[in-house]
């Protein structure tokens, strides 16, 4: 098992780090809606938009950022993006309007998320394809042991100081960028295949007329979706019921350890079972997860759910950039990850605004069951598209 992970370039370990130390140090948007609720005074509908617009910045960042690694280099995007994403951190609590307040967060959400489709990228890059699942899956371990302590140190630190939260955020972005900048080399392909120039309107073009794809961006819409709804709109309706910032932090921290202990087992699964069926059913846990929080009314209720889609995320999100990465031509690897993750940012975008409407006009059962459906039309398509076959 030892040589195994030893084999591994080099450069993928240094993401791996850096993913680690940048995600123990996402501490602010688990806690955004609460701290723009409580310390900025805004109501539930402000805050949400607030945080839809993070969404905004970050659905068009994985175009962006897709297309700007395939045309000027992932590195570039790497310490670009997260570089200016500690700055933009780092000023959200120096503003004073509501409106400067929106703008540093949605630029933020642009800037501070380029970074994403470039990381696949590296994977695809330097990793052999039969091995890609088992190294996205270890990127995703990395990134949930921080998953597994940071929300509950955010929620500690959120009860003495919020400043602290973008303090510690926005150093630990730095410190990615300082890995990439010091420790990685350039990865690109030199040589092109399939598509024009890279970065160019026809590359993006080709990306866009894949329908699987698309289908695949789909799915990572659905799941964003029920993530969104998680950090954004649980934590208000745990509030309403009475239940301490404490144990929401120690309540999300569940979704972290679950995928510490489990993912890297199951990926090693799911690499051997490539058909739509295993993918579906993930997905449509996933949906059944959130759909739970409508009958929970205690942290342990709450966590039942969160187990639920705990289970569910760690037999697809792993999968889904390893799909993308066997469907991309080798010039356009970037862009395609872009596309897909696009997906996940059009759910930061779009679902805190409807969720936050749906909670405030109809209640969080009509939220829930809502998610619940969108999961389970998005276990549909990757059963009729095939796309756990896509390649």
Known sequence: MTDRLASYPRTFWLL????LVNRIGLLVLPFLSIYLTARRGLTVEQATLVIGLHGAGAFAAGIAGGALADMLGRKAVLVGSLAGGAVLMASIP???????????????????????????????DTVEPERQTRAFALLYWAINVGAAVGPALGGLLAERSFGLL????????????????????????????????PGSRGALGHALRDGRLLGLAFVSFAVGTAFV????????????DGIALEHYGTVIGLNGAIVVLLSLPVSRWMEHRRGSGPLAAAVALIGLGVGAYAFADTPWEYAGGVVLLSLGEIAVLPVLPALIARLAPDGLRATYQGVHQSGWGLAHMVSPVVGGALLARFGPTALWGSVFGLGLTAAAVVLVFRLGDAE
């Open 94 to 124: 120096l503003a004073s309007a509501f409106w400067h307040v929106a703008a540093i967060v949605a630029a933020y959400g642009f800037v501070g998320e380029m970074y994403r489709p470039a990381v696949s990228a590296v994977v695809a």
């Open 229 to 240: 709804q998680t950090y954004v709109t649980l934590p208000l309706v745990m509030r309403a």
């Open 166 to 197: 973008f303090t510690v955020d926005a150093a630990t972005m730095a410190v990615y960028a300082g890995v990439v900048a010091v420790g990685i080399r350039e990865t690109r392909p030199v040589r092109l295949t399939e598509t024009r120039a």
């Open 16 to 19: 791996v780090v850096g993913t």
